[in-house]
């Protein structure tokens, strides 16, 4: 099984013109980005021996930093620095689309693939996942699109990309592809996303949180667009909640990756 992660400095002006409005709220600042990052990915290193886990990031300095506070094996974590092409990714007009170009990277990996975000927490060893025939997601964040609240922007991104909103969403803070080639059906859900992020949803898009805000873009349309393909194609899903969490609701969720590995830390980096 090959890992991949991305963690980069966010624009947070593109985070709120892609609808997401508590972008700054949650994500605070760089250095608390590759904080809980860097804590994320220590939890993975320490519950699986044998983990090749491969980071592409613009401050590669800073992750070292952060991932030599722990006192864990790194020697199966690589770090690439990506920072010239993450700084062109950056200026597209949707604040995902640098993870959506570094998946389209491993496009051609006929390995085992699992792409990781930054704010999971590894609960177990997933060894027992390796050459597994399913696809890995997180879990499924609604049974249907079309259950979800026309003011988000989500279903009516659907309606004109794909022609439907109903279809199950899946949460993609794990997606793992079996070994195998899979170019194909990467570029087909790339490709989703960024039609579903072309969709102008400013006509039925609201905030009640941020009154008088609006957005064009759906601010999952990676997301959505993912689910879809894996829908349309029907594949066989296994969901992963039961052995990672992820943090990825609550403004102050990121801090338990932190939490989650302070055990993990050098005596010297330990408070109290």
């Known amino acids: 099984m090959k890992a991949i992660s991305l963690v980069f400095e966010y624009d947070f002006n593109r985070q709120l013109e892609s609808g997401r409005t508590w972008g700054k709220e949650g994500y605070r600042s760089r250095d608390f980005i590759f904080e809980y990052s860097a804590a994320s990915f220590i939890t993975f290193a320490d519950k699986n021996k044998n983990f090749n886990h491969e980071i592409f990031t613009d401050n590669p300095e800073l992750l070292w930093k952060n991932l030599n506070r722990y006192d864990v094996d790194l020697s199966n974590i690589k770090v690439i620095d990506g920072s010239d092409k993450i700084r062109e990714w950056k200026n597209h007009r949707y604040c995902f689309y640098p993870a959506m170009m570094h998946l389209d990277m491993y496009k051609d990996e006929k390995d085992q693939l699992i792409k990781l975000d930054n704010d999971l927490v590894c609960l177990e060893n997933i060894e027992f996942l390796y050459d597994s ?6 879990q499924v ?10 003011y988000w922007g989500e279903r009516e991104a659907s309606r004109q ?57 759906w601010s999952c349309a990676e997301q959505t667009g993912y689910s879809f393909v894996i829908h349309d194609r029907g594949l066989k899903v296994r969901t992963t909640k039961d052995i990672i969490d992820h943090h990825c609701h609550g403004f ?8 989650s590995a302070s055990h993990l830390l050098k005596k010297e980096f330990r408070k109290g």
Request: aromatic letters at 8%; hydrophobic letters at 35%; glycine letters at 8%.
């Open 133 to 138: 025939s399913e696809y890995l997601l997180w």
């Open 141 to 150: 964040e609604r049974d249907l699109v079309s259950k979800g609240r026309e």
């Open 161 to 217: 990309a794909f022609g439907t909103d109903v279809f199950p969403l899946w949460n993609i803070g794990v997606l793992g592809f079996p070994k195998g080639d899979k170019k194909d059906l990467i570029e087909e859900m790339i490709n989703a996303g960024i039609k579903c992020s072309e969709v102008d949803i400013s006509s039925v898009c609201r905030f009640p949180e941020a009154p008088g805000l609006t957005s064009k873009i």
């Open 252 to 259: 102050d969720s990121k801090k338990e990756c932190i939490l």
